[in-house]
């Protein structure tokens, strides 16, 4: 079974050697350039419609199908722990009114 990277390696080489455009690559199965290049990248989970397009129109092999259809795993950033009225530009008031508790820290995973 081939692993993501090595899919990624064999996709991209196919397209170099066939010289394909993201724009061809994305019309032989029925998607966005930016679309096409995010699935052979690996950064995206495709369907099995278009893996079949993807196979055929980069001449890959029967291996990198699951692999295709995968879901990729991603790394959080460090949540940011900042109060949302500090990250929007928003001014804090200086007194609250009564019965209004302190805003609480948002935690995201959008980097600080």
């Known amino acids: 079974m081939l692993t993501r990277e090595e899919s990624r390696t064999l996709g991209l080489e196919s397209k170099a050697k066939q010289g394909l455009t993201w724009g061809q690559v994305g019309e032989a199965i029925g998607r966005s350039p930016v679309y096409a290049a995010m699935l052979v990248y690996g950064y995206g989970q495709a369907t099995a419609a278009e893996v079949k397009g993807l196979l ?9 199908e699951p692999v295709l259809m ?12 900042r109060p949302i009225t500090s990250r929007c530009g928003c001014a804090r008031p200086r007194k609250l009114p009564p019965g209004i508790a302190e805003p609480a820290v948002v935690h995201s995973t959008r980097p600080a």
């Open 56 to 64: 055929k129109a980069l001449s890959l092999p029967e291996e990198a």
């Open 70 to 81: 995968r879901t990729p795993h991603r790394t959080p950033a460090q949540p940011c722990r």
